[in-house]
């Protein structure tokens, strides 16, 4: 079986789409036989082509224009047409971008759509145009994979696709998320971000969905029970200015008084997040809308408590290994945050929860799920021919 994957997000490891799709192919390669494997990628550049790529996998460049016009042209043009070319069996659009033809049965993962969900992502036409298009486009897919049971829900809804043409599969935890530390690595990471000694950690976007304000507006809540004993680290690259869909972070800091018990950690490399989520004595993840919801799960895998939302895509990961609380109530999130820390019992209980919790979800199951899907749409395509 040859598979076309469109890798317009390879050379983007640190965000989700980037991150599923190496982890996907890595594992693929690793563990399936019998599939040939390219990346189809947008070569932009003289020196852009796909870095730390499995010697055994195919790379096929498409040249394309940068830009969002550029990525465009390259899912509903480039991608397909380099199907043709490579003669493939399958086409496989990683996330949310599925051309709106394929000369092969074509499989596209949807991880959620929150582009659907928060009115933020709708202001302009050409959001509101483009999520025209991929809706459109999933719906002509041969078959739709996506990370959990809540998502698949939104799309049988929102996309009015069947349940027969989704699968639900999950995402893994990479093995370098543990809570056996690593003293010189540990020492040398908590160096370079000038980490303290005790600290509740949030790592993820700053989106208007990623609810960080409430969780701000908690942390007023926090400082007054426990002083300057937990300052909150926001981990993650800074939004650069404030739109719809980023707000004023540091005017709402201002506001409501926090600048000596919030810090900026700014953006953190792959490698240096496991040391991260091992120091914090707390890991918050207050969303309002997931897919899936990994950084919760990387958390726990390091030992670390974990408070929640009950959020849909989160809850159903996390199940009762972390607290989880209504996304839209600070004092509930401040209540579960002061619990952990100050509850050593109660702390000990979830770190436990979490890393048993955590042996469920591996990329190798991921990868294997994915091939059945695979091979399931083939033999159904040849049974309809």
């Known amino acids: 079986m040859h598979v076309a994957l469109n890798a317009y997000f390879w050379n983007q490891p640190f965000v989700g789409s980037g991150q599923y799709l190496r982890q996907l192919v890595y594992h693929l390669n690793r563990y399936v036989s019998d599939l040939e494997l390219t990346l189809v990628y947008p070569h932009t550049a003289v020196d852009d082509t796909p870095t730390d790529v499995p010697p055994s996998v195919n790379v096929h460049l498409v040249p394309t224009r940068p830009g969002n016009w550029g990525k465009v042209?390259?899912?509903?043009?480039?991608?397909?047409?380099?199907?043709?070319?490579?003669?493939?069996?399958l086409a496989h659009v990683p996330y949310w971008g599925a051309p709106l033809t394929s000369p092969a049965p074509l499989i596209v993962t949807i991880h959620d759509l929150?582009?659907?969900?928060v009115p933020e992502y709708q202001q302009s036409l050409s959001s509101r145009?483009?999520?025209?298009?991929?809706?459109?486009?999933?719906?002509?897919?041969?078959?739709?994979?996506?990370?959990?049971?809540?998502?698949?829900q939104d799309i049988e809804r929102l996309l009015g696709i069947p349940a027969e043409r989704i699968t639900s599969v999950y995402l893994g935890v990479g093995?370098?998320?543990?809570?056996?530390?690593?003293?010189?690595?540990?020492?040398?990471?908590?160096?370079?971000?000038?980490?303290?000694?005790?600290?509740?950690?949030?790592?993820?976007?700053f989106a208007s969905h990623k609810n960080v304000v409430t969780l701000l507006k908690a942390y007023t809540y926090v400082v007054k029970g426990l002083g300057r004993d937990y300052p909150l680290l926001l981990a993650g690259k800074k939004p650069e200015k404030v739109t719809p869909q980023f707000p004023d972070y540091e005017a709402i800091i201002a506001e409501l008084e926090l600048g000596e018990h919030v810090r900026w950690v700014g953006f953190v490399d792959e490698a240096d997040k496991p040391v991260l989520y091992r120091g914090a004595s707390c890991f918050v993840f207050p969303s309002q809308y997931e897919g899936f919801g990994l950084p919760p799960l990387e958390a726990m895998a390091c030992g670390t408590p974990v408070v929640a939302t009950t959020a849909p895509g989160i809850s159903e990961v996390?199940?009762?290994?972390?607290?989880?609380v209504d996304p839209r109530d600070e004092r509930a999130l401040a209540g579960a945050i002061i619990a952990t820390l100050i509850q050593e019992n109660f702390a000990a209980e979830l770190r436990q929860k979490g890393t048993e919790r955590v042996q469920d979800f591996t990329w190798d199951k991921t990868a294997v799920n994915t091939a059945v899907v695979y091979a399931d749409v083939l033999e159904k395509v040849g049974h309809k021919q």
């Open 73 to 89: 042209l390259f899912e509903q043009r480039g991608f397909p047409r380099a199907c043709t070319a490579l003669g493939v069996d």
């Open 129 to 152: 145009l483009y999520n025209g298009l991929v809706s459109a486009t999933a719906r002509g897919a041969t078959h739709v994979i996506t990370d959990s049971a809540a998502s698949q």
């Open 318 to 324: 996390v199940g009762d290994a972390a607290v989880a």
């Open 175 to 205: 093995r370098e998320y543990t809570a056996v530390d690593n003293f010189l690595l540990d020492m040398a990471v908590q160096q370079k971000y000038d980490l303290p000694d005790d600290y509740v950690l949030y790592l993820g976007g």
């Open 114 to 117: 929150i582009p659907l969900l």
